[in-house]
């Protein structure tokens, strides 16, 4: 094989020893050379089989080069700053530890059941300095003009809550999804309170702000929804004498949603307080619910009645608590700040009370009327079979003897002792249940009168004290 040049591209003429590129056939000296090629430069020619690359190699080598940059350039993920967040909290103080570690002096039901839905919350509650600005999303748009006040009220409806308390039942309702508004003398002491909504879940919340001054208290509850209808917040300063305007509450603390409607009598001032007068029915279990415009927005929270003065009830204005939500509200007050309508509604509490009272024994004296009456079934039965014998006394119902010491013979359970000793036991157990409800009443203030008319149209008077 001829010499070869390092480079590969040429070779020298073996007559004359120039160099001569190897595509040349023949050198200057005139010399015969065969030709060459670059593609088989000498630098790589051997006895063994070339080992050069494929086409078909190049190709896919290709491939995967450009698609490698396509995928660098345009599917890569985009990066994350997940890490320089977390990196920035975790300089960040944790003040929900020293909170943890603290005692906690009220471990009532409702505050247990309150935190511990809480803590199983997807959802943390919000913020206390949230933005209260902030628009939600289960606000129902305004109703147009020709809207019904049938389609007003089934927007709003979701919304108000029936509040169950220690001492007793009033109404409230959702402004924000995890904020509600209802009264203070609804709330009474209690830290935690229970609602009922509209469709019969129940959820615990948390009595977070009292203005007495105002009778407004501002709630909170333990899992927000997002998809929680709210009633937006109008303007009482916008009201004119003889607008018409809904009432919606749980009269007698036991009629859930209850809707009456009225209009406008005007607006009252007292104790600093803006009052919106109204003809609305307002009856005791309405405190604490939504006076609203024919736009479906809350203009007043219904707070107070008159009893003997028919069409005469009273809402605070809505202003003083989108003020307390907004953070405005400075007069918050520890004395109700009513005084001059105060005063001359004294009494109203008891009359609600002694009102619901009577609402609370007229459904249970039902309930027990219809107790007695498979009682009444167990009697006959009794009688018919086991004891024949004619019996002293003259009851409402003819079972009440079982209660009467030496009120039936001595040989009465003679012919089923054991069928006799279960009418026996269940006969003092429905004594207890009337002894109970007869008990509540009187707490309630419930006159004594209107408790033996209900027995008496029942078919229940007896001594049940005895």
Same mark, same amino acid.
């Given at each position: 094989?001829?010499?070869?040049?390092?480079?590969?591209?040429?070779?020298?003429?073996?007559?004359?020893?120039?160099?001569? *590129?190897? !595509?040349?056939?023949?050198?200057?000296?005139?010399?015969?050379?065969?030709?060459?090629?670059?593609?088989?430069?000498?630098?790589?020619?051997?006895?063994?089989?070339?080992?050069?690359?494929? $086409? =078909?190699?190049?190709?896919?080598?290709?491939?995967?080069?450009?698609?490698?940059?396509? &995928?660098?350039?345009?599917?890569?993920?985009?990066?994350?700053?997940?890490?320089?967040?977390?990196?920035?909290?975790?300089?960040? %103080?944790?003040?929900?530890?020293?909170?943890?570690?603290?005692?906690?002096?009220?471990?009532?039901?409702?505050?247990?059941?309150?935190?511990?839905?809480?803590?199983? /919350? *997807?959802?943390?509650? $919000?913020?206390?300095?949230?933005?209260?600005?902030?628009?939600?999303?289960?606000?129902?748009?305004?109703?147009?003009?020709?809207?019904?006040?049938?389609?007003?009220?089934?927007?709003?409806? $979701?919304?108000?809550?029936?509040?169950?308390?220690?001492?007793?039942?009033?109404?409230?309702?959702?402004?924000?999804?995890?904020?509600?508004?209802?009264?203070?003398?609804?709330?009474?002491?209690?830290?935690?309170?229970?609602?009922?909504?509209?469709?019969?879940?129940?959820?615990?919340?948390?009595?977070?702000?009292?203005? *007495?001054?105002?009778?407004?208290?501002?709630?909170?509850?333990?899992?927000?929804?997002?998809?929680?209808?709210?009633?937006?917040?109008?303007?009482?300063?916008?009201?004119?004498?003889?607008?018409?305007?809904?009432? =919606?509450?749980?009269?007698?603390?036991?009629?859930?949603?209850?809707?009456?409607?009225?209009?406008?009598?005007?607006?009252?001032?007292?104790?600093?307080?803006?009052?919106?007068?109204?003809?609305?029915?307002?009856?005791?279990?309405?405190?604490?619910?939504?006076?609203?415009?024919?736009?479906?927005?809350?203009?007043? =929270?219904?707070?107070?009645?008159?009893?003997?003065?028919?069409?005469?009830? #009273?809402?605070?204005?809505?202003?003083?608590?989108?003020?307390?939500?907004?953070?405005?509200?400075?007069?918050?007050? /520890?004395?109700?700040?009513? !005084?001059?309508?105060?005063?001359?509604?004294?009494? /109203?509490?008891?009359?609600?009370?002694?009102?619901?009272?009577?609402?609370?024994?007229?459904?249970? =004296?039902?309930?027990?009327?219809?107790?007695?009456?498979?009682?009444?079934?167990?009697?006959?039965? &009794?009688?018919?079979?086991?004891?024949? /014998? %004619?019996?002293?006394?003259?009851?409402?119902?003819?079972?009440?003897?079982?209660?009467? %010491?030496?009120?039936?013979?001595?040989?009465?359970?003679?012919?089923? *002792?054991? &069928? &006799?000793?279960?009418?026996?036991?269940?006969?003092?157990?429905?004594?207890?249940?009337?002894?109970?409800?007869?008990?509540?009443?009187?707490?309630?203030?419930?006159?004594?009168?209107?408790?033996?008319?209900?027995?008496?149209?029942?078919?229940?008077? #007896?001594?049940?004290?005895?």
């Amino acid at each position: 094989m001829p010499d070869q040049d390092q480079t590969g591209f040429s070779r020298v003429c073996p007559s004359c020893g120039r160099r001569v *590129p190897r !595509n040349v056939a023949k050198c200057r000296c005139g010399a015969e050379l065969p030709a060459e090629s670059l593609t088989t430069p000498a630098a790589v020619v051997s006895d063994e089989p070339s080992r050069g690359t494929s $086409p =078909i190699v190049a190709i896919v080598v290709a491939v995967l080069v450009i698609g490698g940059a396509g &995928y660098w350039m345009f599917l890569r993920p985009a990066p994350s700053i997940t890490t320089k967040l977390e990196l920035t909290a975790e300089d960040e %103080p944790e003040p929900a530890a020293a909170d943890a570690a603290a005692p906690k002096a009220d471990v009532s039901p409702e505050r247990r059941a309150w935190d511990a839905a809480a803590a199983n /919350s *997807p959802d943390a509650p $919000p913020a206390k300095d949230a933005d209260p600005a902030t628009p939600e999303a289960a606000t129902p748009a305004p109703l147009s003009a020709s809207a019904t006040t049938e389609e007003m009220v089934a927007r709003v409806m $979701p919304a108000i809550v029936l509040i169950e308390t220690t001492s007793g039942r009033g109404s409230g309702f959702f402004v924000r999804h995890d904020t509600l508004i209802t009264n203070v003398h609804v709330v009474e002491n209690d830290g935690y309170v229970t609602l009922r909504k509209s469709d019969g879940s129940t959820m615990n919340a948390r009595v977070e702000t009292k203005a *007495p001054a105002l009778d407004i208290a501002i709630l909170k509850v333990a899992t927000p929804s997002a998809s929680q209808v709210v009633i937006p917040m109008g303007s009482a300063h916008s009201l004119r004498a003889g607008q018409e305007i809904v009432v =919606i509450g749980s009269a007698l603390g036991t009629l859930q949603n209850s809707v009456s409607r009225g209009i406008v009598s005007g607006l009252r001032t007292s104790g600093g307080a803006t009052l919106v007068q109204t003809d609305a029915a307002a009856n005791p279990g309405n405190s604490g619910g939504p006076m609203l415009d024919r736009t479906g927005a809350a203009i007043g =929270i219904t707070t107070m009645g008159y009893k003997n003065a028919e069409g005469l009830n #009273f809402g605070v204005a809505i202003d003083h608590a989108r003020d307390m939500l907004e953070g405005r509200q400075v007069n918050l007050g /520890s004395q109700r700040g009513l !005084n001059e309508i105060q005063s001359r509604n004294a009494g /109203s509490e008891s009359d609600r009370q002694q009102q619901q009272g009577e609402e609370q024994l007229r459904a249970r =004296i039902g309930q027990l009327a219809d107790v007695a009456a498979k009682i009444d079934a167990g009697w006959k039965r &009794y009688r018919d079979q086991c004891y024949k /014998s %004619p019996l002293p006394g003259n009851y409402d119902r003819p079972w009440f003897a079982l209660l009467v %010491p030496r009120g039936m013979p001595a040989d009465a359970g003679n012919g089923c *002792p054991e &069928y &006799y000793a279960d009418m026996e036991s269940t006969a003092k157990q429905f004594r207890a249940m009337m002894r109970s409800a007869i008990d509540d009443a009187r707490r309630a203030n419930v006159l004594p009168g209107t408790g033996r008319d209900l027995l008496r149209q029942n078919r229940l008077e #007896f001594d049940w004290e005895r």
